[in-house]
């Protein structure tokens, strides 16, 4: 019964197995649903924060203590007025800024360049627009019972428990030094405790690094799988953006009883109908005071030759039998298009025919 229900689900495109058109993916990143792995940057921040601390330890440490020394040395007697502390505050600003450059502004590139990575670069207002519909209670709880909520607290569980073993496995490694301390000065104490900081700042960095990476995979799987389209949605979007096929046949073939009613008004302003006999019908006109070769103003195969035929005889128009020349203004040349060049002598032989009948001189005008 089951298998008899899927089957029945599948031939109405019930089941979601295509891949998403590009405009599916297109409306899905207006609104803002985008693979995208929250844990990624800050796995990064973390790291490049920790490696600039260690890069440019010996710059910021520098930089402080001599800030501190011009302090202790040269400010402590300093005259207080407005525009001594005004100088102050404005040097040693920009001091601290020095020092928190390096800090602040590249784990700020890194996170940006990590986000960019991921969804591109582009900006979407729909994602941020509040929505009422959020703070349905049915629909929250349903979301805290779905299968992401799960996935998010394991990977939580899981952040939690890695994290504490790395803290633990660091601190009981440093347990011996730990006892030393007693006898290390502080500047000693100083020392182990920033390197045993950055030393956990990076394997705890690393770690949660390892994690993003395999969140983003199944971030961008699970991502493809909510976009999967069923059958029939593709059917509609290609409805609703091409139009409904019968509509569009109604259209195509009201244009072409359109065009088709514009070619018999140009057949009794024809000077000769050549003809296969029965197969293919061909229009000429030809004006030499404003045309430089004859002009096909109609052609046709079968019941539309035959169509021509009989207007040409209801409007006097000379029909003349020529099956290879026929077939070849019908193959090679449109409505509106000039006489090929290589059919030229052939044609004036027709129209110099034509005109001696009606005569009518060769080189006027109708």
Same mark, same amino acid.
């Given at each position: ?27 899905? !990143? ?10 990624? /940057? ?8 920790? /490696? ?6 010996? #710059?910021?440490?520098? !930089? ?7 302090? &202790?040395?040269? !400010? ?51 994602? &941020? ?48 030094? #730990? ?12 020392? #182990?405790? /920033? ?8 394997? @705890? ?49 009201? %244009? ?17 109908? @050549? ?19 004859? %002009? ?34 019908? %193959? !090679? ?10 059919? #030229? ?22």
């Amino acid at each position: 019964m089951n298998k008899r229900y899927k089957f029945d689900l599948q031939m109405f495109g019930g089941d979601k197995t295509e891949k998403p058109t590009a405009k599916r993916r297109g409306d899905a !990143r207006k609104k803002g649903q985008v693979a995208k792995s929250h844990e990624l /940057s800050g796995a990064i921040v973390l790291l490049s924060a920790v /490696s600039t601390l260690l890069i440019f330890g010996g #710059f910021l440490k520098d !930089r402080v203590v001599s800030l501190f020394r011009d302090i &202790l040395m040269n !400010r402590l007697t300093m005259e207080v007025t407005p525009d001594n502390v005004m100088n102050l505050m404005s040097g040693y600003g920009v001091q601290i800024l020095v020092i928190l450059a390096p800090v602040f502004l590249i784990p700020l590139i890194l996170a940006i360049v990590a986000e960019v990575s991921q969804i591109g670069f582009k900006m979407v207002g729909e994602g &941020l627009t509040p929505k009422f519909s959020k703070i349905n209670p049915l629909k929250g709880l349903k979301n805290i019972f779905s299968m992401r909520s799960l996935v998010e607290m394991f990977k939580s569980i899981l952040k939690l428990i890695i994290i504490g073993y790395l803290v633990f496995s660091t601190l009981w490694g440093k347990k011996q030094e #730990f006892l030393a301390l007693s006898h290390v000065d502080v500047e000693g104490i100083m020392h #182990f405790a /920033s390197k045993m900081t950055l030393n956990l700042g990076m394997k @705890i960095g690393a770690a949660l690094l390892i994690m993003a990476v395999l969140d983003y995979v199944y971030q961008r799987y699970e991502h493809e799988k909510s976009l999967k389209m069923t059958k029939q949605e593709i059917k509609d979007e290609y409805k609703n953006m091409e139009g409904d096929p019968q509509i569009k046949g109604k259209i195509r073939e009201r %244009q072409r009883r359109m065009a088709m009613q514009r070619m018999m008004q140009e057949v009794p302003k024809a000077d000769v109908i @050549i003809t296969n006999p029965t197969h293919f019908a061909v229009a000429l006109k030809y004006d030499g005071s404003t045309m430089e070769a004859p %002009q096909i103003v109609a052609k046709g195969q079968d019941f539309v030759a035959l169509r021509i035929r009989e207007l040409a005889k209801e409007h006097g128009i000379i029909t003349m039998e020529n099956k290879p020349l026929a077939r070849a203004l019908f %193959q !090679r040349a449109e409505i509106g298009d000039a006489v090929p060049t290589d059919l #030229f002598q052939a044609v004036a032989e027709v129209l110099a025919y034509v005109y001696k009948l009606k005569g009518r001189p060769r080189s006027n005008g109708r």
